[in-house]
């Protein structure tokens, strides 16, 4: 459930009856439920609890046995349920690994291709397995801790290796402790934070690097040192790990790649230059390593790109320079001559392969979104020994199932929701957008079920979080459910967004909220165009960044009736100085600190202009967000408040940023629908 919080008496009578008309739908939904009516043509937020997806497509080095992840919403516990399916690739006949209701994930083939490494919760702790395909059984590696992390078998299969943090040593209490008496029940002791992260106040330490046996054992040590040591993957020869690390742990794009002795742990840098090289991966000849990097340039985001070190010469060069796109993954082809990269361009996921003189051919642009929340442009993928590629397959109107590419040949694997067909869904349709100074800008709208162009419609604007990130035609259950309400749903890819060039994505640089704002009315006004779309009926959401827009707009138009706020900064030197950011923040995206001009982070804040907003404006926080503390939506909402603007603060108990899968709640999520609905709905223009 969520908390609400009452305003102030000169807006009770009338937040008073948006808050009593959303229990009433509440209610009224509850009453349905119980006289259980023929199911609803439409899309509904309880399906939620249906849906569905794909991830981890994990293809056998011989390709013909796939494993994957399948992600569901447990009802009873309200909880995401993970569990590893295998799939024969020929036949297209799955089964599930372990029994019903283990949770099972992070499949992983052993170099053999004939056992599968995994993670399972049983008896409520995470251990360590390997199954055999040949025996259909599991056995349990004893002595992995838990906090291992990037688990990788030697080539043999006789050793793994594993990253794990080793916390720095203890610090005394400052002012020492008390005799506790025995038997005695005090209060837990203070808590001396040493460190303050994304999660809230941590432990500080470093990642080490360790190897152990692969039928279980103790634990080998093999680095000691102070480097942030994590990623390792082993040489052909089984003689040498690749591993990634941050010299300076508070400056952490600069990242660099090192070569370790298995026997010895003695250390070998490969790269040292400013910026960031990371993810080493060595071809299967052991000749070469591939690993993204960039050289820092002052901006706030950079394009990774693909680089080939020659390991005997020591030099590199890259293999994408021609390309605008920022690399966010890739695998060795089986003859070390080429690599298949992943990219996303202009809102689509790319599946490619690039030879080691820098050609690139396409193999499918249908790499989708993996989920159902929002249509990102992302999702994942493998590649078999003999060139049979997995990938989690996007499309407008489901969420991911799993397709695989063999001789050229695209053939859907895994078909997920096939009760979707029953639904009547709203259609997404392209809408280019002509933003300030000839901008370029890619739109798409969703319409509703029973669409008429003859009419017009209520409009919700939804503007994605990041900045650095893209939507895409992808299916996405919150979109389809406003407009399954009766909205046509409008989502940029505005300015900051990645898929458009480095350029594109910088032109947030030390002025966030205003450049994304322009591109996001210049969307308004061509939806509007089309003339299907009410221009006195548009309403505006967003979290995280988009979240900060949304905040950014109400202060700068009162051209929307109602608007919703998630997750998001309202005052940038408050925001700075309490959140998990704070370490890369200030110095990327405002370019100085706040102390230095506390005018230039005001002027650039969505309080500063609260004295301009008029519109109803609902605020929603996770009572767990670290990466934006609630204090920052608190802030607005009190401000609000203090104008006598209609608003409304709720409170996601538990819930982390973003709506982030570590804190996912089914009813959480379905109620935050209901409740932007409501609140939309309230001031909609009948």
């Known amino acids: 459930m969520f908390i609400f919080r009452n305003i102030v008496p000169a807006c009770q009578g009338r937040i008073g009856r948006v808050l009593f008309g959303i229990i009433l739908s509440w209610s009224a939904a509850a009453a349905t439920a119980q006289n259980a009516p023929a199911p609803s043509r439409h899309l509904q937020p309880m399906d939620i609890f249906s849906l569905e997806f794909a991830e981890d497509p994990l293809i056998s080095p011989d390709g013909r046995t796939l494993a994957y992840t399948r992600v569901t919403n447990d009802i009873k516990t309200d909880h995401m349920r993970r569990s590893i399916w295998l799939v024969d690739t020929t036949t297209g006949e799955q089964r599930l690994l372990l029994a019903a209701g283990v949770q099972s994930y992070a499949p992983k083939w052993l170099p053999d291709g004939t056992r599968l490494a995994y993670w399972a919760n049983v008896d409520g702790k995470d251990q360590f397995y390997v199954y055999s395909l040949r025996d259909q059984s599991s056995m349990q590696i004893p002595g992995l801790p838990n906090s291992a992390g990037s688990i990788n078998w030697s080539p043999d299969g006789r ?97 660099e790649i090192y070569q370790v002795r298995v026997a010895d742990g003695t250390i070998k840098d490969l790269t040292h230059r400013k910026g960031a090289d990371r993810y080493p991966l060595i071809s299967p000849d052991g000749s070469k390593i591939a690993y993204y990097g960039y050289e820092e340039r002052g901006l706030v985001f950079h394009h990774a790109h693909l680089y080939v070190m020659e390991l005997a010469s020591g030099t590199a060069r890259s293999l994408t320079t021609g390309l ?58 493998s590649v078999a020994d003999n060139g049979v590629v997995a990938f989690t397959n996007g499309s407008p109107d489901r969420p991911s199932d799993i397709s695989i590419i063999r001789n050229g040949k695209v053939r859907r694997l895994v078909a997920l929701n096939d009760w979707l067909q029953g639904k009547t869904i709203g259609k997404i349709r392209y809408l280019p957008v002509s933003g300030p100074n000839g901008r370029k800008v890619d739109a798409w709208l969703i319409t509703p079920p029973d669409f008429d162009p003859s009419r017009k419609y209520p409009l919700i604007v939804k503007i994605h979080g990041g900045p650095h990130a893209s939507y895409g035609p992808f299916f996405s259950l919150r979109l389809q459910l406003w407009a399954a309400a009766g909205y046509v749903v409008l989502y940029p890819n505005q300015s900051g967004s990645t ?116 519109t109803p404006t609902l605020l929603f926080t996770g009572t767990e967000d670290h990466t934006v503390p609630p204090t920052e939506v608190e802030q607005f909402y009190a401000a609000l408040q203090l104008r006598n603007i209609p608003t409304m603060l709720i409170r996601g108990p538990g819930m982390g940023h973003d709506w982030d899968y570590g804190s996912f709640r089914g009813s959480q999520y379905a109620a935050l629908i209901n409740v932007t609905l409501a609140w939309f709905d309230r001031y909609r223009k009948k």
Not at 325 to 343: E, N, T
Not at 344 to 352: D, H, Q, V
Not at 546 to 552: K, P, S
């Open 324 to 381: 605008d796109q920022d690399i966010r993954g890739f695998k060795w082809a089986a003859d070390s001559k080429r690599l298949y990269v992943h990219y996303n361009e202009r809102g689509l996921a790319k599946l490619s392969t690039v030879t080691l003189d820098g050609k690139i051919s396409e193999l499918t642009d249908k790499l989708g979104v993996w989920g159902f929340d929002d249509p990102w442009s992302a999702g994942y993928w």
């Open 159 to 255: 050793s793994i290796a594993f990253s794990m943090f080793i916390p720095d040593p203890a610090t005394p209490p400052l002012g020492g402790s008390l005799p506790k008496p025995e038997g005695a029940e005090w209060a837990p002791a203070l808590e001396q934070a040493t460190a303050f992260g994304a999660f809230g106040a941590s432990t500080s330490g470093h990642g080490e690097i360790f190897v152990m046996p692969a039928e279980g054992g103790t634990p080998r040590q093999v680095t000691h040192g102070k480097l942030d040591l994590w990623g390792a993957k082993w040489s052909p020869d089984g003689r040498y790990l690749f591993v990634s690390a941050t010299p300076n742990e508070r400056v952490q794009e600069e990242q």
């Open 499 to 614: 898929s458009y060039g480095e350029t594109f994505a910088n032109l947030v640089m030390h002025n966030i909220a205003q450049p994304q704002y322009e591109d996001v009315m210049s969307a308004v006004d061509a939806v509007v165009a089309t003339g299907f779309v009410d221009p006195d009926n548009l309403f505006i959401t967003g979290s995280s960044n988009g979240g900060l827009v949304t905040a950014w707009a109400v202060g700068k138009t009162n051209r929307f009736r109602a608007a919703v706020v998630q997750s998001t900064i309202i005052n940038y030197t408050s925001s700075t100085l309490t959140s998990g950011t704070y370490t890369w923040y200030p110095r990327l995206y405002m370019g100085k600190m706040p102390w230095e001009d506390p005018q230039y982070y005001w002027q650039r804040s969505p309080l500063s202009l609260v004295g301009n907003v008029s």
